[in-house]
């Protein structure tokens, strides 16, 4: 079934064409993988589709509700959750209160011991059990990404958008990493994952878009997408 539509988008910066008319769809538990060159416009689709930007025009259909015109928050509420490449937590605020946090925008927002228990469970799930106390700003970098993720879950999202998660991982938490998306999907997590390490989007994604100058240059399967001539090429000439 499908989960996510998006129809001929557009979104210029000034005189610049950052996405423009990009048209794919996401079905519901898959792990669709948005790639691209630097500056092909893959990030500001993601800020199209969470609300963070408003589109010039088109069509972003989650189900049956339009999200076009609609705040971050709303759209938060109806199920779309993020992270962002540049990671942003609380930083005063400990982990277990950065994905208490994240439950706000839940239609079934909990409160008081349900909400720290269910906390806690997230925070083990991304491997952070033992820093549940600890303030998010004295966490490593990859630890701040572990906890951004699981406030992005603490909203119990259909939509999971992943901007650049898996990037500056070890060999080590790169194979976690992977291992957590796939966990994710097998509870029937749908994805879209922007990312530039080929090893993950080969482990991960069932299909691919790739973007370049805004548009869309290719989609299929992973492995038929990555081994098009076109797409190394963009992707060299970058
Ligand atoms: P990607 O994520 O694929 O690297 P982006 O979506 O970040 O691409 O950027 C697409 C294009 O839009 C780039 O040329 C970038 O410089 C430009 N751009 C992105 N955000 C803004 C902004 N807020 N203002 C002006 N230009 C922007």
Not at 10 to 33: N, P, T, Y
Not at 89 to 96: A, F, I, K, S
């Amino acid at each position: 079934m499908r989960l996510l539509k998006v129809e001929e988008l557009r979104k210029s910066f000034g005189g610049l064409r950052a996405v423009d008319g990009l048209s794919f769809e996401v079905a519901e538990g898959e792990v669709m993988g948005l790639l691209g060159p630097n500056g092909s416009g893959k990030t500001t689709a993601m800020n199209l589709i969470s609300g963070a930007l408003h589109a010039d025009s088109g069509s972003i259909r989650l189900e049956s509700d339009e999200l076009m015109g609609l705040s971050a928050y709303k759209i938060a509420r109806l199920g779309v959750a993020r992270t962002f490449q540049l990671v942003r937590v609380l930083g005063g605020m400990t982990c277990v209160e950065n994905v208490q946090a994240g439950m706000a925008y839940r239609k079934d927002h909990k409160f008081g011991a349900a909400a720290h228990t269910e906390a806690l469970e997230l925070l083990a799930l991304v491997g952070l059990s033992k820093f549940a106390d600890t303030p998010a700003v004295d966490l490593t970098y990859i630890d701040q990404k572990r906890l951004e993720l699981a406030r992005a879950l603490a909203l119990k999202p259909r939509l999971l958008l992943l901007d650049e998660w898996l990037a500056g991982l070890n060999p080590t938490e790169l194979q976690e990493g992977i291992k957590l998306i796939r966990n994710l999907r097998a509870q029937g997590l749908t994805v879209i994952l922007v990312e530039h390490v080929m090893e993950a989007v080969r482990a991960l994604c069932d299909r691919c878009v790739v973007m370049l100058a805004g548009a869309k240059l290719a989609e299929g399967k992973t492995e038929e997408v990555l081994a098009q001539e076109e797409v190394i090429t963009a992707y060299l000439g970058a």
